[in-house]
């Protein structure tokens, strides 16, 4: 290698090793002669239940008695059909543990990333790319620019086994693992064919959905070979606007009109039946001398009551209900998912096996997001005309309803929610392909037995976000409609100098006043298409090379190479920022990592009078980035059992998170954000907010600890609980700090930041620019608690029959402390607020979530009970809530008069009875109490969506019926 020499250090480290485990597998090809040799014991059945249940992902090693030290809850197939999920992933994210993880109904907060219908897995509330996913032990390819795996596109039909790993996991797995791992494990030998098919609907009779899947597996060669084929298809229709749900009290926080500093009211105020004083549907006039005059339809002026209190763009009372546009966007988008897999695998010899896997998944949502609004302002400068965010009526526009013509001196601006126009349509469409080739096998050496397996994987991942809104430049041409003098039509006052420039004018005055040809004019589709791939090629080796006093040592060692990649294109407006919404924007980039890792479990006592056992569990990972260079992760645990029925676990790591595509080459993202400006009087304005890459960013470093307690008493048989302490401190972590903070800071004196923010001649924000950087600490804390029970009943009385089943699974979230040395430092744990759901990590943190299962299986039928909530908190926990007799307000902590939101428990049952040998047919029925979400308050102080609900806590669907049939032959 000619170039050796100008490898880093840590590369040719890595790359040495490479070829040291390059020239072992070479090795196995030759060993099958001298395995063969050695007898070999086959494993009772007890024995190889024990070892099924104890393969799991908190470690690399495999050895038979031992348990990791990092906790592991694991999910079998019958834990998954006893829910009944249309998606395995609302199965998983009812666990306490995966607070926040993003799912269809608050995946569509954001026009951005496509990532509208996807399920992603966030453990911790650390956010979605602190949580490694994996499927059979293998990483997948992202799914969006940001890096999220859609949990949709996996074999769902296959999963035998779910692993949640609640820890540091880096030094084992590589980047991500900050939160810990999801395992997919897929039962790669099933033999026979199964299916199921079931269907559903809301009490509502919405959001109706289908699933149906296919399995089938079988061996030939006698018995050396082995194909495997499966397929699903599932549907949802979704939810349009809340459909009949009568929960919405249109719930908002505004400031306090009536505040000043020292007159011990609070500055901000949280009232329902709220509205927006600036928009209706069909426009209303917002400066001047006709300030209060709205149009409804067919363009009739009327004069708007205002209500009890107007605040900026709030008001309560009076027509809010005509200002209101909190139902327009859709409360679960509309989702379609197919997936196809297929495996063939063949044993060459005894001791070395081959195989082929292909795997296709494609998802297709489509969403009302909101309303093409834009707000109306207070003032008009001279000569101002319309832009993105404002709108100025000139005096001679041509529809100008005649009964106020007169009264119109000069122009004026107007508020509108466009109904005419509709909502934005985003539609999003994510497809992936993973191909892999690989081998296993097993040999003897050095007096042991080794197993190893190496695979090349591919994955190509395409997404097509699309968004129908407005094209700002032609919408504000068609708006500024003149009579032409020389024919009396009215036309777009463009049109007077460019007489083939195409405009057709809009009238913008009422709602049923458009014409189709106006309103297709100003309409276009915003589109990006992103191509993301992912290569890997790894090799992974096991064995007991050695023994202590104490027992075998256990190793794994291996290396792994892997690029990511991204390609794009957009439509030809994009680039400009052409639209109201989308703005897609291509991005270009690539990195590649190379690793290697080494992992042991050392046995350091057994049997002895002070311990049943005791072990060590090391492991160490270097791996060289092309972006930015080496990095060393690590992890150290014990595993100490006193007793049998005792064990105390521990352990310390050090875990990173490396940059995704997106915050390195993300080019100029544009949407749509609303802001207020303090520097104007908290005038609320919408604005672009212009997210770009940062090649320079390095990779996050967690340092965790956990401790726990598990007990198994051998006088209680089928009990075990545990308790597990958690603590990660997060540095340097990459974050973006959102547009209103920019501006925030800018006005409280971070001049650096003002260069961030663009503003129009009459000092109005049009753009804010972002862009993420290594500049935060988090800290994450907190306390897991698991037990279980289960027993045969025909144990305790011959009267009975049947096993009975107790779970209960708890996290008490301690702290979850931000701090991005911009803003005061927060914590969040207590929070119950909408803020942030989008970003795939959410503030949304109460103290306690909990999971609570009972269930009864017999021989024909089953039935389970589940309980599941959270408890009580605060829309924002750095607010003061007062009513009387407030301290001085401030901008890091708001007085509030109300800062509380209730807590939730939700009861899901269900039941199945078996027809003949293994077909069945089942029902549930989630939160069969009916239970409505509290209403989350949002405004320009916290974000948040106009729905005004939390669905990332709440269950915003209501009562949702199942019912299906499922076979085995």
Same mark, same amino acid.
């Given at each position: 290698?000619?170039?050796?020499?100008?490898?880093?250090?840590?590369?040719?480290?890595?790359?040495?090793?490479?070829?040291?485990?390059?020239?072992?597998?070479?090795?196995?090809?030759?060993?099958?002669?001298?395995?063969?040799?050695?007898?070999?014991?086959?494993?009772?059945?007890?024995?190889?239940?024990?070892?099924?249940?104890?393969?799991?992902?908190?470690?690399?090693?495999?050895?038979?008695?031992?348990?990791?030290?990092?906790?592991?809850?694991?999910?079998?197939? &019958?834990?998954?059909?006893?829910?009944?999920?249309?998606?395995?992933?609302?199965?998983?994210?009812?666990?306490? %543990?995966?607070?926040?993880?993003?799912?269809?109904?608050?995946?569509?907060?954001?026009?951005?990333?496509?990532?509208?219908?996807?399920?992603?897995?966030?453990?911790?509330?650390?956010?979605?790319?602190?949580?490694?996913?994996?499927?059979?032990?293998?990483?997948?390819?992202?799914?969006?620019?940001?890096?999220?795996?859609?949990?949709?596109?996996?074999?769902?039909?296959?999963?035998?086994?779910?692993?949640?790993?609640?820890?540091?996991?880096?030094?084992?797995?590589?980047?991500?693992?900050?939160?810990? #791992?999801?395992?997919?494990?897929?039962?790669?030998?099933?033999?026979?064919?199964?299916?199921?098919?079931?269907?559903?609907?809301?009490?509502?009779?919405?959001?109706?959905?289908?699933?149906?899947?296919?399995?089938?597996?079988?061996?030939?060669?006698?018995?050396?070979?082995?194909?495997?084929?499966?397929?699903?298809?599932?549907?949802?229709?979704?939810?349009?606007?809340?459909?009949?749900?009568?929960?919405?009290?249109?719930?908002? =926080?505004?400031?306090?009109?009536?505040?000043?500093?020292?007159?011990?009211?609070?500055?901000?105020?949280?009232?329902?039946?709220?509205?927006?004083?600036?928009?209706?549907?069909?426009?209303?006039?917002?400066?001047?001398?006709?300030?209060?005059?709205?149009?409804?339809?067919?363009?009739?002026?009327?004069?708007?009551?205002?209500?009890? =209190?107007?605040?900026?763009?709030?008001?309560?009372?009076?027509?809010?209900?005509?200002?209101?546009?909190?139902?327009?966007?859709?409360?679960?988008?509309?989702?379609?998912?197919?997936?196809?897999?297929?495996?063939?695998?063949?044993?060459?010899?005894?001791?070395?096996?081959?195989?082929?896997?292909?795997?296709?998944?494609?998802?297709?949502?489509?969403?009302?997001?909101?309303?093409?609004?834009?707000?109306?302002?207070?003032?008009?400068?001279?000569?101002?005309?319309?832009?993105?965010?404002?709108?100025?009526?000139?005096?001679?526009?041509?529809?100008?309803?005649? %009964?106020?013509?007169?009264?119109?001196?000069?122009?004026?601006?107007?508020?509108?929610?466009?109904?005419d126009l509709g909502p934005i349509i985003l539609t999003t469409n994510r497809k992936s392909v993973r191909g892999m080739i690989g081998a296993s096998g097993d040999f003897d050496a050095v007096g042991s037995n080794w197993k190893w397996d190496a695979y090349a994987q591919r994955s190509v991942s395409r997404v097509y976000t699309a968004a129908r809104t407005t094209i700002t430049a032609r919408y504000n041409q068609a708006i500024d409609a003149v009579v032409n003098p020389a024919t009396g039509a009215i036309v777009c006052r463009s049109t007077l100098t460019n007489p083939t420039n195409g405009c057709v004018p809009y009238n913008i005055f009422g709602t049923g006043v458009v014409s189709d040809a106006a309103r297709n004019y100003v309409l276009g589709t915003a589109f990006g298409r992103?191509?993301?791939?992912?290569?890997?090629?790894?090799?992974?080796?096991?064995?007991?090379?050695?023994?202590?006093?104490?027992?075998? #040592?256990?190793?794994?060692?291996?290396?792994?190479?892997?690029?990511?990649?991204?390609?794009?294109?957009?439509?030809?407006?994009?680039?400009?920022?052409?639209?109201?919404?989308?703005?897609?924007?291509?991005?270009?980039?690539?990195?590649?990592?190379?690793?290697?890792?080494?992992?042991?479990?050392?046995?350091?006592?057994?049997?002895?009078?002070?311990?049943?056992?005791?072990?060590?569990?090391?492991?160490?990972?270097?791996?060289?980035?092309?972006?930015?260079?080496?990095?060393?992760?690590?992890?150290?645990?014990?595993?100490?059992?006193?007793?049998?029925?005792?064990?105390?676990?521990?352990?310390?790591?050090?875990?990173?998170?490396?940059?995704?595509?997106?915050?390195?080459?993300?080019?100029?993202?544009?949407?749509?954000?609303?802001?207020?400006?303090?520097?104007?009087?908290? &005038?609320?304005?919408?604005?672009? %907010?212009?997210?770009?890459?940062?090649?320079?960013?390095?990779?996050?470093?967690?340092?965790?600890?956990?401790?726990?307690?598990?007990?198994?008493?051998?006088?209680?048989?089928?009990?075990? &609980?545990?308790?597990?302490?958690?603590?990660?401190?997060?540095?340097?972590?990459?974050?973006?700090?959102?547009?209103?903070?920019?501006?925030?800071?800018?006005?409280?004196?971070?001049?650096?930041?003002?260069?961030? =923010?663009?503003?129009?001649?009459?000092?109005? =924000?049009?753009? #804010?620019?972002?862009?993420?950087?290594?500049?935060?600490?988090?800290?994450?804390?907190?306390?897991?608690?698991?037990?279980?029970?289960?027993?045969?009943?025909?144990?305790?009385?011959?009267?009975?029959?049947?096993?009975?089943?107790?779970?209960?699974?708890?996290?008490?979230?301690?702290?979850?402390?931000?701090?991005?040395?911009?803003?005061?430092?927060?914590?969040?744990?207590?929070?119950?607020?909408?803020?942030?759901?989008?970003?795939?990590?959410?503030?949304?943190?109460?103290?306690?979530?909990?999971?609570?299962?009972?269930?009864?299986?017999?021989?024909? &039928?089953?039935?389970?009970?589940?309980?599941?909530?959270?408890?009580?908190?605060?829309?924002?926990?750095?607010?003061?809530?007062?009513?009387?007799?407030?301290?001085?307000?401030?901008?890091?902590?708001?007085?509030?008069?109300?800062?509380?939101?209730?807590?939730?428990?939700?009861?899901?049952?269900?039941?199945?009875?078996?027809?003949?040998?293994?077909?069945?047919?089942?029902?549930?029925?989630?939160?069969?109490?009916?239970? %409505?979400?509290?209403?989350?308050?949002?405004?320009?102080?916290?974000?948040?969506?106009?729905?005004?609900?939390?669905?990332?806590?709440?269950?915003?669907?209501?009562?949702?019926?199942?019912?299906?049939?499922?076979?085995?032959?």
């Amino acid at each position: 290698m000619k170039n050796w020499g100008k490898l880093g250090a840590p590369t040719r480290a890595i790359l040495a090793s490479s070829v040291s485990i390059a020239t072992v597998a070479g090795f196995m090809m030759s060993a099958p002669a001298l395995a063969q040799s050695a007898a070999s014991q086959p494993l009772t059945e007890e024995q190889t239940a024990e070892v099924e249940d104890i393969v799991v992902t908190g470690t690399r090693v495999i050895r038979d008695g031992y348990t990791a030290p990092i906790p592991t809850t694991v999910l079998g197939a &019958a834990d998954i059909a006893t829910r009944a999920p249309s998606n395995v992933a609302d199965f998983v994210n009812i666990l306490p %543990s995966l607070a926040s993880s993003v799912k269809p109904t608050t995946s569509i907060a954001s026009v951005g990333p496509g990532t509208s219908g996807i399920n992603a897995l966030n453990l911790r509330n650390l956010g979605v790319n602190r949580t490694l996913v994996l499927l059979d032990g293998q990483r997948v390819g992202a799914s969006t620019l940001t890096g999220w795996v859609d949990i949709n596109q996996f074999p769902q039909a296959l999963i035998k086994r779910v692993d949640v790993v609640t820890g540091g996991a880096s030094a084992d797995w590589g980047s991500d693992a900050v939160a810990g #791992v999801v395992n997919f494990v897929l039962d790669r030998d099933f033999k026979g064919v199964k299916g199921d098919v079931q269907g559903g609907v809301t009490t509502y009779g919405d959001d109706r959905n289908y699933k149906a899947s296919l399995t089938a597996g079988a061996s030939f060669a006698d018995d050396r070979g082995h194909i495997l084929l499966s397929g699903e298809i599932a549907h949802n229709d979704g939810v349009r606007g809340i459909g009949d749900r009568k929960w919405y009290k249109a719930k908002k =926080i505004f400031f306090n009109p009536a505040y000043t500093a020292t007159n011990g009211q609070p500055q901000l105020l949280v009232r329902e039946n709220t509205g927006f004083a600036t928009v209706t549907p069909g426009g209303i006039i917002t400066s001047g001398p006709l300030r209060g005059t709205y149009f409804g339809q067919g363009g009739t002026p009327t004069q708007f009551n205002y209500g009890s =209190i107007v605040s900026g763009n709030f008001m309560q009372g009076g027509d809010s209900q005509y200002s209101d546009f909190g139902t327009t966007g859709d409360l679960s988008p509309r989702l379609s998912r197919q997936n196809a897999f297929g495996r063939l695998s063949f044993d060459v010899t005894d001791n070395v096996q081959i195989f082929g896997q292909l795997s296709y998944g494609r998802a297709h949502s489509r969403v009302a997001f909101s309303d093409q609004f834009v707000f109306g302002s207070s003032t008009v400068a001279a000569g101002a005309t319309s832009t993105v965010s404002t709108i100025v009526i000139q005096p001679d526009n041509a529809f100008i309803p005649a %009964s106020i013509r007169s009264r119109v001196t000069g122009p004026f601006s107007l508020g509108t929610t466009n109904e005419d126009l509709g909502p934005i349509i985003l539609t999003t469409n994510r497809k992936s392909v993973r191909g892999m080739i690989g081998a296993s096998g097993d040999f003897d050496a050095v007096g042991s037995n080794w197993k190893w397996d190496a695979y090349a994987q591919r994955s190509v991942s395409r997404v097509y976000t699309a968004a129908r809104t407005t094209i700002t430049a032609r919408y504000n041409q068609a708006i500024d409609a003149v009579v032409n003098p020389a024919t009396g039509a009215i036309v777009c006052r463009s049109t007077l100098t460019n007489p083939t420039n195409g405009c057709v004018p809009y009238n913008i005055f009422g709602t049923g006043v458009v014409s189709d040809a106006a309103r297709n004019y100003v309409l276009g589709t915003a589109f990006g298409r992103t191509r993301l791939t992912q290569n890997v090629q790894a090799l992974t080796m096991r064995g007991d090379p050695f023994s202590t006093w104490a027992g075998p #040592v256990s190793v794994a060692f291996g290396v792994e190479h892997r690029k990511e990649a991204v390609s794009g294109s957009s439509d030809a407006l994009s680039p400009a920022r052409s639209y109201f919404a989308g703005n897609y924007n291509a991005s270009f980039g690539s990195y590649n990592v190379t690793e290697g890792f080494l992992e042991a479990v050392i046995p350091l006592a057994k049997d002895a009078s002070f311990a049943k056992s005791l072990d060590l569990n090391a492991a160490v990972r270097a791996t060289d980035y092309s972006t930015s260079g080496y990095v060393t992760t690590w992890k150290a645990g014990l595993t100490y059992k006193p007793i049998d029925d005792i064990t105390l676990r521990v352990t310390r790591s050090r875990d990173i998170r490396a940059p995704n595509l997106s915050e390195l080459f993300q080019f100029n993202q544009t949407a749509g954000a609303n802001v207020t400006d303090p520097s104007r009087g908290n &005038a609320a304005t919408t604005v672009f %907010s212009v997210t770009s890459g940062n090649p320079n960013l390095k990779p996050e470093k967690a340092d965790t600890f956990g401790a726990g307690l598990v007990v198994q008493p051998s006088f209680l048989p089928g009990f075990a &609980a545990s308790v597990d302490y958690y603590n990660i401190d997060i540095k340097g972590a990459i974050s973006t700090v959102v547009a209103q903070t920019l501006v925030n800071q800018c006005f409280a004196g971070n001049t650096p930041l003002c260069a961030q =923010i663009q503003r129009n001649a009459a000092g109005v =924000i049009t753009t #804010v620019l972002v862009q993420p950087i290594n500049l935060s600490k988090q800290l994450s804390r907190g306390v897991d608690f698991e037990a279980s029970y289960r027993r045969d009943l025909a144990n305790l009385s011959s009267g009975l029959s049947g096993n009975l089943t107790l779970r209960v699974l708890a996290t008490r979230f301690i702290k979850n402390y931000f701090n991005n040395g911009i803003n005061r430092p927060t914590d969040t744990v207590g929070t119950n607020s909408q803020n942030g759901t989008a970003a795939g990590v959410s503030p949304s943190l109460p103290r306690w979530r909990y999971l609570a299962s009972v269930g009864w299986d017999g021989e024909a &039928a089953a039935v389970q009970l589940t309980a599941r909530g959270f408890s009580s908190g605060k829309l924002n926990t750095a607010y003061i809530e007062c009513t009387t007799g407030c301290p001085t307000s401030t901008t890091e902590q708001m007085t509030i008069e109300n800062n509380r939101v209730p807590g939730a428990i939700y009861f899901d049952a269900y039941g199945s009875y078996k027809l003949f040998g293994d077909a069945e047919v089942f029902v549930a029925v989630d939160n069969f109490t009916n239970k %409505s979400p509290a209403q989350v308050a949002y405004g320009p102080s916290i974000g948040g969506t106009p729905i005004s609900v939390n669905p990332a806590l709440f269950d915003v669907l209501g009562r949702t019926f199942r019912a299906g049939f499922r076979f085995k032959i």
